[in-house]
């Protein structure tokens, strides 16, 4: 029935679907034994898209992670097939099909906890280097790591894959953007960019007049072809789509393993995007908003999305969504961060109103985040180590002063 409504209202509706009405799942006391993790492997993709990993140097694997834990609820589709053909029904058809989900217990991060949080950012910030290098950071507990992404023909997503000392978890770590201010941003450089600008702005990165778009999508003034925006997001060689892919080659490398999701920026926010896809906790750090991502990929919502924890702090433009425009640091070095809308809850450290921070887009780096932020308990809040995670605003809307439709073809 979605199809006999106009396009604009029939986008609306399907970004509603993305809303969290649901109580957060009730979270059970953490498990009192932390889990003990190693970088196991590192993985990649090469120019032909094609998932790769590499196996950790010994010497290199004998660093230890440790956090605590927590049971927390989440829901997976019952199957592969069933989710796949209710997305691929809402692309073609624009209808909706029924997906069935398993409400299912599992082994999660305690979020709850600063040196949790800590110590996942410090593996996610492991997933911009290499364990030789001087930047790489070595907590106590997760011993095993295996990389991707780190071969010289590499120029896409990468990152790390630790693993539990007894193999039940993996922490899949994902690289966010290679920003290039001056260079070129590295060999994922150019492919970040492009994801950043496609998922994240509201046509085609779209910014000015003077732009150059990288999709075809735009049609005159404030309108943008929802079909043509939709068909940009779904090739092989984009992330969303290489990441599907990561995750189903760890889950054949670990049948067995509770599978955890872990980036900071683009890759927390590819992180969400996948999680929601399996129904695998996530822990993102200053990612941008992909709720608008979530619903023009035409994900499946599940019942909840509360095992989706951004962190972020007010100082940082980006996940705040207000690094915008043409005038903006974003703009001025070529990315259109125009989304605000998150998925699942919120950790929201207020470092302007408390701190004295200032707005800054130099704030978004992952070590302030760990070597700032969470190398203290957050005081502001009585009896918390970290502010309470909330679910994000239900009254938020991405790029409402856009008009979205079909209008390619129109004289």
Known sequence: MLNLLPTTLRFLLGSLLWFDFSQPPAILPPARTPL????????????????????????????????????????????????????????????????????TDVLGPNVEERETLLTLAKMTSNAYTSPTASDWYTPEGWNKSTP?????????????IFVSDDNSTVVLSIKGTSAGWITSGGPTGRKDKLNDNLLFSCCCARVGPTWSTVCDCHQGS??????????????????????????????????????????????????????VTFGAPVVAFEAPSEKLAATRLHLPSPPSTQHVTHVFHTADPIPMGVCTGVTSSCGIAGYAMETRCHLGKVIRYDTVTHLGWYVDVRSHSIVQIIERLLSEDWTQEEGRTVPEAKADDEDCVDCFNWEFGSFQGES
């Open 148 to 160: 991707f992404g780190w071969e010289p023909d590499a120029d896409g997503i990468r990152g790390h």
């Open 222 to 275: 404030s309108r943008c072809d929802q079909e043509c925006l939709e068909k940009s997001l779904i090739g092989d060689s984009l992330y969303y789509s290489v990441g599907v892919n990561l995750y189903n080659n760890v889950t054949y490398l670990y049948p067995n393993a509770d599978i955890w999701l872990i980036g900071h920026s683009l890759g927390g926010s590819l992180a969400s995007l996948i999680g």
């Open 36 to 103: 003990s993790f190693q970088l196991r492997h590192e993985h990649a993709i090469t120019n032909d898209s094609r998932v790769i990993f590499s196996n950790a140097v010994p010497s290199l694997a004998a660093d230890s992670y440790a956090m605590s834990t927590s049971t927390i609820q989440t829901h997976r589709p019952q199957s592969a097939k069933a989710f796949h053909s209710a997305r691929l029904r809402s692309i073609r058809y624009d209808q909706s099909e029924q997906v069935l989900w398993d409400t």
